[in-house]
């Protein structure tokens, strides 16, 4: 069989404030491969079905010697991210050809992959893409899961605000808190986002563009959980209406990622309210509940009992768009891009 | 027996930025009280012996609809703290005379108490004066053993950093952090202050004003765990420095309470390395840790195996000198005011 295209979308250059598609993040098709003859070298060959397009992302453009809790990107070299691919050939007597598998990958159509390591088989169930894999199952739901899990310490009729409920991670935060029984009060940037967070469970939905947070959260707390995907102001606003004792969970701070961390002014108030600040880390938390989260998750959701939204994007030529669209807030739901059917 | 004096500190003014003595605080000797018959009404009449000067009074002097975690003093009222007392005459029978009292008191010098309600007997210690029960042995001695024990999850060759390391709260902190086998990072403001901590074991201390906080952290970091008193800047510097699974400390901001609060500008770096900060307020922990503190404390304290410095101001009339100098971090000790010898 004659080599064919394995395209790529490669990190280019490092984007001054917001990334530019086309140019901080290039598609390229020069690289061809031969699926029958490239060598594994005792690894497998998979072809990559979907990856994901999250906001974390941002934080790995940047020059390789500013170290972070994630490497940076390889200026040149594809980007890589969460998604599910399938195995085409194999020397490792552990990984079968069919098999699914989840975890880390390059932006390519293509790769010889060394082991397992870092990587997750998944099961094929009929009734879920495997869009779903890099999502509400995959890293955003097992933040949102693993989060609220080990440090929400939430009760039964405590108060919850989350911001950024429409996301991945959010709108899965509104779901276990509501199942926990608690009030959930729920920010996101536009009509449609709030929507679906009322649609979600969300007792309590607004826009925060057109309506004062200080004033919902003066209304509707004071808060005893704050999942904080945002940052800055929202996170200010939070610390003003917590309750004494209060969590907030440090998830995110979409706020800061392309413009600069804007200042947070109430820190003061974690003593004066004996509040706690959580930071979360899903790679630090998986070893101790990913077999809870594969056993329970996944078949929640194929009940409907979980619900979610993708917005999917076709082939890894889209990449740049779709990480544009999430670091401007403009994806309505989990950004996935499908690279394969199958 | 004729009436006596009843010398007060009075609440007089709201202060701009730093308190003003005879402005804002204002010694009044315009009371009197007849000892002998003043009405108990089943209470007990009692004579203040010594009172503490801390940091956090100053955000009581606040306009009193400006609601916090604690009472704003009353304009024209005595101001009240930390104290301890001696009873003279008691209605209750649980309440004999002579016992010595610990707890929240009136800035005056003698009282009519209704209850024993969040106050403490003390057993007298011929080893220990009476000002120890304010400081070391007191709230701010309390506020670092019960916020270390809760929150610190500290670990035997961790690396602890404790700012205002010469104050009351942060002497103890070193102390227990080197008994729990840390290596220890203190700043204070005067070389002096930077003489005693390492006179209690700080293995490596600084002058904040002369030394570039950043670079000894940078040197001598990562941190595992800060104690933060101060805000701002230094919980930056600390959080710059923090070690993955880092725990932060909080608890106080001196940085702001006159001035206004700084703006914080690493609060991503939570997430970012799963940091916990945990603010601490010592009357959510004393029943959990009352007991055990009273055990163990008092004792080592007279034992010379925990040391402390206080500095010591006679009279009611220098409550307001004493509450300036603390704001100012110009007290080189723990400041009490002794109102009476016994």
Same mark, same amino acid.
């Not at 390229?28 to 005792?42: A, H, M, Y």
């Not at 605000?161 to 509501?178: C, D, E, R, Y």
């Not at 004071?222 to 939070?238: H, Q, R, S, T």
């Given at each position: 069989?004659?080599?064919?295209?394995?395209?790529?979308?490669?990190?280019?250059?490092?984007?001054?404030?917001?990334?530019?598609?086309?140019?901080?993040?290039?598609?390229?098709?020069?690289?061809?491969?031969?699926?029958? =003859?490239?060598?594994?070298?005792?690894? +497998?060959?998979?072809?990559?079905?979907?990856?994901?397009?999250?906001?974390?992302?941002?934080?790995?453009?940047?020059?390789?010697?500013?170290?972070?809790?994630?490497?940076? %990107?390889?200026?040149?070299?594809?980007?890589? &991210?969460?998604?599910?691919?399938?195995?085409?050939?194999?020397?490792?007597?552990?990984?079968?050809?069919?098999?699914?598998?989840?975890?880390?990958?390059?932006?390519?159509?293509?790769?010889?992959?060394?082991?397992?390591?870092?990587?997750?088989?998944? *099961?094929?169930?009929?009734?879920?893409?495997?869009?779903? +894999?890099?999502?509400?199952?995959?890293?955003?739901?097992?933040?949102? %899961?693993?989060?609220?899990?080990?440090?929400?310490?939430?009760?039964?009729? *405590?108060?919850?605000?989350?911001?950024?409920?429409? #996301?991945?991670?959010?709108?899965?935060?509104?779901?276990?808190?509501?199942?926990?029984?608690?009030?959930?009060?729920?920010?996101?940037?536009?009509?449609?986002?709030?929507?679906?967070?009322?649609?979600?469970?969300?007792?309590?939905?607004?826009?925060?563009?057109?309506?004062?947070?200080?004033?919902?959260?003066?209304?509707?707390?004071?808060?005893?959980?704050?999942?904080?995907?945002?940052? #800055?102001?929202?996170?200010?606003?939070?610390?003003?209406?917590?309750?004494?004792?209060?969590?907030?969970?440090?998830? &995110?701070?979409?706020?800061?990622?392309? =413009?600069?961390?804007?200042?947070?002014?109430?820190?003061? @108030?974690?003593?004066?309210?004996?509040? =706690?600040?959580? &930071?979360?880390?899903? %790679?630090?938390? *998986?070893?101790?509940?990913?077999?809870?989260?594969?056993? =329970?998750?996944?078949?929640?959701?194929?009940?409907?009992?979980?619900?979610?939204?993708?917005?999917?994007?076709?082939? @890894?030529?889209?990449?740049?768009?779709?990480?544009?669209?999430?670091?401007?807030?403009?994806?309505?739901?989990?950004?996935?891009?499908?690279?394969?059917?199958?």
């Amino acid at each position: 069989m004659a080599p064919i295209m394995n395209a790529r979308a490669l990190f280019a250059a490092i984007p001054k404030d917001f990334p530019i598609p086309g140019e901080t993040i290039v598609y390229d098709t020069s690289q061809k491969i031969d699926l029958e =003859t490239v060598p594994l070298n005792g690894g +497998f060959l998979i072809k990559t079905l979907v990856l994901s397009i999250d906001p974390y992302m941002r934080g790995r453009m940047r020059p390789a010697e500013e170290k972070s809790y994630s490497d940076a %990107f390889i200026l040149g070299a594809p980007i890589d &991210g969460y998604g599910v691919c399938v195995v085409l050939r194999s020397e490792n007597p552990k990984v079968a050809a069919g098999k699914h598998v989840y975890g880390v990958l390059p932006h390519q159509q293509y790769t010889v992959l060394p082991s397992m390591e870092k990587l997750t088989f998944l *099961e094929n169930d009929p009734k879920l893409p495997w869009t779903v +894999f890099v999502g509400v199952a995959g890293m955003p739901g097992k933040t949102a %899961f693993m989060g609220w899990k080990e440090f929400s310490r939430a009760k039964k009729g *405590e108060t919850a605000f989350i911001s950024t409920g429409a #996301g991945p991670v959010g709108s899965m935060v509104i779901q276990l808190a509501k199942r926990d029984g608690l009030k959930v009060i729920a920010s996101a940037g536009s009509d449609e986002k709030v929507k679906f967070m009322r649609e979600i469970g969300a007792d309590v939905a607004f826009n925060y563009k057109t309506t004062d947070t200080r004033e919902v959260l003066a209304r509707e707390g004071p808060i005893d959980v704050y999942w904080d995907n945002v940052g #800055g102001k929202m996170l200010d606003a939070a610390l003003e209406h917590a309750a004494i004792n209060g969590r907030i969970l440090e998830c &995110g701070t979409i706020s800061g990622y392309n =413009t600069g961390y804007e200042p947070v002014m109430n820190i003061h @108030l974690t003593w004066a309210k004996s509040l =706690t600040i959580s &930071g979360i880390l899903v %790679f630090h938390l *998986e070893d101790k509940y990913d077999k809870e989260f594969y056993a =329970t998750i996944p078949q929640a959701i194929a009940a409907g009992e979980i619900k979610y939204t993708e917005e999917v994007s076709q082939g @890894l030529e889209s990449v740049g768009d779709a990480i544009l669209r999430v670091q401007q807030g403009k994806n309505i739901a989990k950004a996935v891009v499908v690279v394969a059917e199958q």
